[in-house]
């Protein structure tokens, strides 16, 4: 997809500039659309860590009021999500969501917001390296997910699996 193009770029400028921050999150309403009416956005991103946000609105409400459970764990995959694309061109790699396995601890009942930590070294080891002979590798990122009042929501472990475009099949050989 093109607009997957512009990714690295602005996901760098973004880190520096409220307009760039802005034009990624436009950018990533429109090319993960089922995010769009919830609201998910970038709040902030460093060189090793992104944060997102998910408002406390009705759209992600569960039946009392809270932050559903599916909000909470896509808000998550969102984020875990970013952090990998911050460091892997999607020019080059596919990455489709393994696996996902919640803790949820805390009832949200106003703003959350999920960190993802990377941690570079081991993205080397555990992704890059293996692609070189491989066609695709699991890797599993940690995102903790809490409020503004700094409760810990819930923790998430999101297993990708990441590889060289040219190795995607869309159909059983």
Not at 13 to 34: D, E, G, H, I, M
């Amino acid at each position: 997809m093109k607009a997957f193009a512009l990714l690295p770029g602005l996901l760098q400028k973004a880190r520096t500039s409220s307009f760039y921050l802005w034009l990624l999150n436009r950018l990533l309403s429109f090319v993960v659309p089922f995010n769009r009416p919830h609201g998910f956005a970038i709040e902030r991103i460093e060189e090793d860590l992104i944060v997102t946000r998910a408002p406390y609105r009705r759209i992600n409400h569960n039946h009392i009021r809270g932050i559903h459970a599916c909000a909470i764990a896509t808000l998550a995959e969102f984020s875990s999500g970013l952090a990998l694309l911050c460091k892997l061109d999607p020019a080059k790699y596919r990455l489709i969501m393994a696996r996902i396995e919640i803790d949820y601890l805390f009832q949200a009942r106003q703003e959350i917001l999920a960190t993802t930590v990377l941690d570079m070294p081991q993205v080397v080891q555990q992704v890059i390296k293996p692609l070189q002979g491989a066609d695709a590798v699991n890797y599993t990122q940690e995102t903790n997910v809490g409020d503004r009042q700094g409760h810990t929501v819930a923790k998430a472990l999101i297993t990708w699996q990441i590889k060289p475009w040219a190795k995607v099949r869309t159909r059983p050989d």
